[in-house]
């Protein structure tokens, strides 16, 4: 079981068992909405269960997915495709440990020009 929340601790989450590798986008949504890239890990729906949802804000960024994040405290949590049968979850919203590493990077060609990917992870430009 794999615990966290928002900074506030208005919106906790739980999910059942082991996360999946995260990957970091560097699109400009994610860079906008979190201040830098994004990290984040695929959860089955099923399988997350959300308490103090109704501070949960969505925003709705593109035609295909919609964000979440906390109306108190303005936390970026979850990038939701609503019609698949998971949720992308923010790896700094977990309680550690984690027991997961980052494991790609994806959309490096909008990636900020003040850093440099210097991991050695494979590197997606979309």
């Not at 850093?115 to 979309?126: E, K, M, V």
Request: charged share 20%.
């Amino acid at each position: 079981m794999h615990k966290g929340s928002c900074l506030c601790g208005a919106v906790t989450f739980e999910i059942e068992g082991d996360l999946r590798a995260p990957d970091a986008c560097h699109c400009s949504k994610c860079r906008k909405q979190s201040g830098h890239f994004f990290a984040s890990t695929d959860v089955p729906k099923r399988q997350i269960t959300i308490q103090g949802s109704e501070s949960v804000t969505w925003y709705q960024s593109s035609e295909k997915v919609r964000r979440g994040f906390c109306a108190v405290c303005g936390s970026s949590m979850f990038w939701d495709p609503p019609h698949h049968d998971w949720i992308a979850v923010a790896m700094g919203a977990f309680d550690s440990p984690t027991e997961t590493k980052l494991k790609m990077h994806i959309f490096v060609a909008d990636k900020g020009d003040y850093y440099d990917i210097t991991d050695n992870l494979p590197q997606n430009a979309q």
